[in-house]
């Protein structure tokens, strides 16, 4: 399975963050669209944008600056909002790839009663894992898991920065027929 494992006859059930699980006939497959680094890009050259432009006409106001408010507010507009920009373009169009285009983390198999990875190979039967969220280190969204007897398996790292975690972890539960928790 190292193409991908979803057909054009698949549909989206959830996304959140760029994370997307796919129902495609008896998968479930959990996948990336990639969103993390264009949003946080977007989110730092704005938030720089609006600093920039408040303080330079903060400054123009109350006279320390020698320019006119309004070559204030242009300045740091010419050189950032061109970069913000090309960010919110990359976001648009990793929104509209396809669902055979997406990295994959994991598939569900629920006909086989199977975990696999990305290339198809078993990990692990879907009796012995349960989904659900783990804290990351360093960031205020949960990651997205997979618990095994052995090991535990990262399917996702939403970023608070591309909209969160959301309800991933329930609607995969419920995809992949697990008891509720």
């Known amino acids: 399975m190292t193409a991908s ?8 059930l959830y996304s959140s963050s760029g994370v997307v699980l796919i129902e495609d006939g008896p998968l ?3 996948a990336d669209r990639k969103l993390v680094g264009p949003a946080v890009g ?9 600093i920039a432009v408040g303080g330079m006409t903060a400054a123009a106001a109350t006279g320390d600056l020698p320019l006119h408010p309004l070559v204030a507010i242009l300045a740091p507009s010419v050189v950032l909002l061109p970069l913000l920009a090309v960010f919110v373009r990359a976001l648009q169009t990793a929104r509209r790839r396809p669902l055979q285009e997406l990295a994959v983390s994991a598939v569900f198999d629920r006909a086989a009663g199977l975990l696999l990875d990305p290339t198809g190979r078993p990990i692990a039967p879907l009796t012995h894992v349960r989904v659900g969220r783990r804290v990351q280190i360093g960031s205020s969204s949960p990651a997205l898991v997979a618990r095994m007897p052995d090991r535990t398996m990262v399917l996702a790292r ?6 969160g975690m959301g309800d991933l972890d329930r609607v995969l539960v419920v995809a992949i027929g697990q008891p509720a928790q």
């Open 5 to 12: 494992p979803v057909t054009p006859a698949a549909r989206a």
């Open 42 to 50: 977007a989110f730092v050259v704005g938030m720089v944008w609006v």
């Open 158 to 163: 939403p970023s608070p920065f591309a909209g």
């Open 28 to 30: 479930v497959v959990v």
